[in-house]
Every structure is written in structure tokens, then in C-alpha cells.
């Protein structure tokens, strides 16, 4: 085997919920390309679990800088709670390793300053987990709006509209900015407006609310937003975990045709439908509808695309400017809600209070204690 097509070695820092539901399949999906030889857990019996149900000769570890001393993977899956992921990810860089890590990949803008800095002194790369950027339907429908083939994008909706119970959120990490980073925005709708940016491109100003409704958390339970595009569209984006009846929704208008995608967790080429306006003819409608394959959106797609950068040695999708872009976004909606006033694009600098935390230090926000 030559050096690019030597299976990657690849060890999992957190062996929780996503990464045996979610990484590990996608491990074995890609079991050509990648061999998993360590896993990390502070907790011993999920880490014996793991280990267990990986079914394979993988080493344990209760140190994220012991395995990687030891180990020296090439690279790194971390899927532990959200205030541990700036760290996490920096030592791994520091160590060599490129790092695939679970939404948020940190919890403000100075901590992917942070994760950039280490990325530049070490020349390997971080990207967020944001899975449903990577199936057929959504690679295609970028295509046709990023190529102009459905005209100009004129209005949008981005609805993740989740329900969670007080059981979820007695989870000591949930609902803290100092452990999650924020409520729905930060943990939840995060994944359907970060979609919304990859398929639209930068967004120029937001107007937003945000509302403690339900839950006793720090964070808000819902937030909504008005956002306007760089290239003039305009956008509404709801983030709840209030909403009994659950849907994540995108729905963009372009001069030529509606896009609508329709899903909860995962979406693949049918969620994706395409309306033509009046006057487009039924060709150009019949290749709308006809994406060449049907990946789904996956934790596994995601890692195939990464190991293809990987092989090739560039940055991958979803890291850099492009990680940075969606922690913006985040940034910027919690500024406009808590501040009444509208955020442009690039305001939230060093010495912003939003640029620190996503509280931005509002008295309101930043001082609730839990009960
Ligand atoms: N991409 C998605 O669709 C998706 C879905 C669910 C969760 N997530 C994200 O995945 C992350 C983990 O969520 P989860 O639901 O799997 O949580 P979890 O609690 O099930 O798993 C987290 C694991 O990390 C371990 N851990 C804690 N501290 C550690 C440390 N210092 N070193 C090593 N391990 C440590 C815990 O013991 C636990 O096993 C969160 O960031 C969450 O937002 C992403």
C-alpha cells in the first residue's frame, strides 16, 4: 500500500451515545480506508461498553493525552460533552492528528480562535460534524442553487422545530453556557441553519428574539431570527426544542423554483422536493429531480469526504473559514436577541462580549442560576 492509501489510524475520544450510534458505523463503513485503534473515556464502563461493541482490538484509554502520546493516531473523532471540545481538539492537533469533532466544535469564537491558531502552528486541519451537508440531496440542490440553475434565491425558511423533556435537560451539561454553549441555537438548530449557510453563502445582517419558555436552563429553549443574505435573500430560522411535533425543514424560493427539504435527524434524495415556477420548462425539471446517486446523510458520508481530503492532503469540508462561518452565525443571532439591536456580518471581534461567550455577559442571560 502506498503512504495515500494506507488505512488511517483512528482513535474516538468519548465512546457516549454518538459516537457508538453514529461514528462507529461510519468506522465500519469505511473499514478500507481507516482502522480504529484507540478509544478514550473518562468513564470506564462506557469505555469497557465500547470497546465491547467495537469488536475489535482496539486499546482503552481514560486520558485524551495518554492515548495520544501512546498512539499517535492519524486521526481523531471526538464526540465528549461541548465545553470539552476546544481542548480536546487543540491537543490533538498539537500532536499531529487531524480532528473530525462533534457539533458545537467549541462554544464561542475565541475558542475556534483558539483551534485555528493550533491548526496553522501544526498544519493539520479540524472540522465540525455537521453530517447533513454531505448526502446526495444536499450536494445536489448546492449545486443547482450555487450554479444559478434555479435562479436568484429570493426567500428562505430554516425550521428545526424539536421537542425535549426535563429528563433531557437534567443531563448535567445541557442547558449551561458554560458546558453546552447555549439551548437550541447552539445544540440543535445549529444543524439546520449551518445547511442553510452552505447553501445560500454568507449572510449580511440578523434581527432575532429569544425566549426562556419552559425549561429550567440557563440557555434559551427557543430562538428565532430574520437574516438577510449577502446576495439579497431573505430569511426566517426557528430553533426550538418546544415543539411537540417534531420536523427539521429548509424551504428556499429562487426566481425559478421552490426547494423544499422535509426531515427529522437525517435526509436523503426524496426529502428533497423541487417546485418549478410557471415558466420553466419540464427538462430542466426532470434533472432537478435527479440527483446521480442517493447518499444519505450520514455520519458516514461526512467521513468519507474528510478521509478523501485527507488522501489528498488539503483542508477538509467544514473546517476553517467554513466552521468558523456557522459559530458566527450563532454568535451573531444571540447578540441581535439579547441585544435588541440588528448584528452585521463580522461586527463580533476580539473585545466583543459575544466574541468571549455566547452569553455575550447579558445580565439577564449570563446570571441565571439553575434552580
Ligand atoms: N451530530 C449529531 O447529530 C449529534 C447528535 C447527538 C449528539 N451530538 C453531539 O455529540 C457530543 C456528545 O453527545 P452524546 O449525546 O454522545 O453524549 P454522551 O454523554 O452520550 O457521551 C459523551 C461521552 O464523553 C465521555 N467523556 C466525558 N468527559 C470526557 C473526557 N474528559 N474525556 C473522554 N471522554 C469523556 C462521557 O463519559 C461520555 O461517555 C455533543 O457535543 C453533542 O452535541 C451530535
Not at 16 to 37: M, N, Y
Not at 310 to 322: A, L, Q
Request: glycine fraction near 8%.
Amino acid at each position: 500500500m502506498s503512504p495515500s492509501t494506507a488505512r488511517r489510524r483512528v482513535a474516538v475520544i468519548g465512546t457516549g451515545a454518538i459516537v457508538s450510534g453514529s461514528h462507529l458505523p461510519a468506522l465500519r463503513h469505511h473499514a478500507d480506508r481507516v482502522e480504529l485503534v484507540a478509544a478514550v473515556d473518562v468513564d470506564q464502563a462506557r469505555l469497557d461498553a465500547f470497546r465491547e461493541l467495537a469488536g475489535e482490538d482496539v486499546a482503552g484509554y481514560t486520558s485524551a493525552g495518554d492515548m495520544l502520546d501512546a498512539v499517535r493516531p492519524d486521526l481523531v473523532l471526538i464526540g465528549t460533552p461541548p465545553w470539552l471540545h476546544r481542548e480536546q481538539t487543540v491537543t490533538a492537533l498539537k500532536a499531529g492528528a487531524w480532528v473530525l469533532c462533534e457539533k458545537p466544535l467549541c462554544l464561542s469564537l475565541a475558542e475556534y480562535d483558539d483551534i485555528a491558531a493550533a491548526e496553522e502552528a501544526s498544519g493539520v486541519y479540524a472540522s465540525a460534524v455537521f453530517q447533513h451537508r454531505y448526502g446526495s440531496g444536499a450536494v445536489h440542490a448546492r449545486e443547482l442553487i450555487t450554479s444559478g440553475e434555479l435562479g436568484a434565491p429570493l426567500v428562505a425558511h430554516c425550521q428545526t422545530t424539536w421537542h425535549r423533556d426535563a429528563a433531557y435537560f437534567a443531563v448535567p451539561w445541557r442547558g449551561r453556557w458554560a458546558t453546552e454553549g447555549g439551548g437550541p441555537t447552539m445544540g440543535h438548530g445549529i444543524h439546520q441553519f449551518d445547511l442553510l449557510l452552505h447553501l445560500l453563502g454568507p449572510w449580511a445582517e440578523i434581527r432575532a428574539m429569544a425566549a426562556r419558555l419552559v425549561h429550567d436552563t440557563e440557555s434559551e429553549d427557543v430562538s428565532t431570527a430574520l437574516v438577510r443574505f449577502e446576495n439579497g435573500a431573505l430569511a426566517t430560522v426557528v430553533n426550538s426544542v418546544l415543539s411537540p411535533h417534531e420536523v427539521s425543514r429548509i424551504r428556499i424560493d429562487c426566481a425559478d423554483a421552490t426547494v423544499e427539504l422535509t426531515h427529522l435527524y437525517g435526509n436523503r434524495n426524496d426529502d428533497w422536493v423541487y417546485t418549478p415556477a410557471p415558466h420553466v420548462p419540464s427538462e430542466r425539471v426532470t434533472a432537478w429531480r435527479t440527483p446521480a446517486a442517493d447518499v444519505p446523510s450520514s455520519h458516514t458520508a461526512q467521513l468519507g469526504t474528510l478521509l478523501d481530503a485527507y488522501d489528498n492532503g488539503v483542508r477538509p469540508p467544514g473546517s476553517g473559514p467554513d466552521a468558523r462561518a456557522t459559530l458566527a452565525f450563532a454568535a451573531a443571532l444571540y447578540k441581535a436577541a439579547f441585544t435588541g439591536s440588528p448584528v452585521l456580518a463580522g461586527e463580533i471581534s476580539p473585545g466583543d462580549p459575544f466574541y468571549q461567550a455566547m452569553h455575550g455577559d447579558h445580565p439577564h442571560w449570563a446570571l441565571k442560576e439553575r434552580a
